[in-house]
């Protein structure tokens, strides 16, 4: 009880204290994008790390070494928790933007503070916005910003290593934009919450970073179709990380 608090304060107390800033980074983002992004950015990255630490998170990050610190990428794994975006978030650098379902948009202080670091939101039921928001995710990169897609849809509940079929949609990111795609595999995230919910346990996350693969250099029958292939190595990193703990 007395962490799942903490965290709600920290998260509600971000909200209240930073009213102001947001405002002004909001106005500063019509004219410098990159400047107000980046320092939306280091504030969330700060705050995440407050709450992960209020959870009792302890977060290992493996592969960091693949990451290309000189171009964006799309990020691609596993989705079992909220926190796989918390602890996502800090075992990167840089501006990173999420590809989030529709429903965090009425949240309006959630989502003045996800649009102020390069997120999108996406409705997998209606096929037109989803196009809408998958260009919106390519122009990110376009402009240098990586983007993190979780390809299976929505949270798998279910054994970790049986993960969901990994939608072909959302590598169309990488392949218009011509980006690395660095598949990444998250475990002991669901331990943190969804398992017992509404109660918050202490945890220990481990975020690992496959090697970067452009989808141009898969096999030509996987080209069109790159979600298994992707699916299969995030399996493969997830089941090594069981493994080793």
């Known amino acids: 009880m007395f962490r799942l608090i903490g ?16 405002k002004m980074l909001q106005k500063k983002n019509l004219t410098d994008p990159a400047l107000a992004q980046g320092e939306a950015c280091d ?4 705050i995440f790390r407050r709450m992960l630490r209020a959870a009792g998170v302890e977060v290992t990050v493996r592969g960091a070494e693949n990451i290309p610190q000189d171009q964006p990428v799309l990020f691609v794994g596993n989705h ?10 800090v075992s990167t650098r840089g501006r990173l933007g999420f590809v989030a379902k529709m429903e965090l948009s009425r949240f309006s202080l959630l989502k003045n503070w996800m ?20 260009l919106a995710a390519i122009k990110n990169v376009k402009d240098g910003i990586s983007m993190w897609i979780f390809p299976e849809g929505t949270r798998n509940q279910g054994d970790i290593l049986d993960l969901a079929p990994f939608k072909d949609g959302s590598f ?34 481990t975020v690992t970073f496959g090697k970067p693969e452009y989808i ?21 990193m997830l089941r090594e990380t069981e493994e080793k703990a």
Request: aromatic share 10%; with cysteine; hydrophobic share 45%.
């Open 80 to 89: 079992r928790s909220y926190f796989d975006i918390l602890a996502g978030y």
């Open 43 to 46: 504030m969330v990255r700060d």
């Open 216 to 236: 141009a250099d898969l096999p030509i029958n996987e080209q069109k179709q790159p979600g298994e292939h992707f699916r299969e190595r995030v399996a493969a």
């Open 7 to 22: 965290v709600l304060i920290l998260l509600f107390g971000f909200f209240a204290k930073n009213a102001g800033k947001r």
């Open 172 to 205: 169309k990111i990488a392949e218009k934009a011509k980006c690395p795609v660095i598949p990444v595999a998250i475990t002991g995230t669901a331990e943190i919450l969804e398992q017992h919910f509404p109660w918050i346990r202490p945890s220990k996350v």
């Open 115 to 134: 649009e102020l670091i390069d997120c999108v939101f996406i409705d997998r039921e209606d096929l037109k916005q989803s196009l809408k928001a998958i």
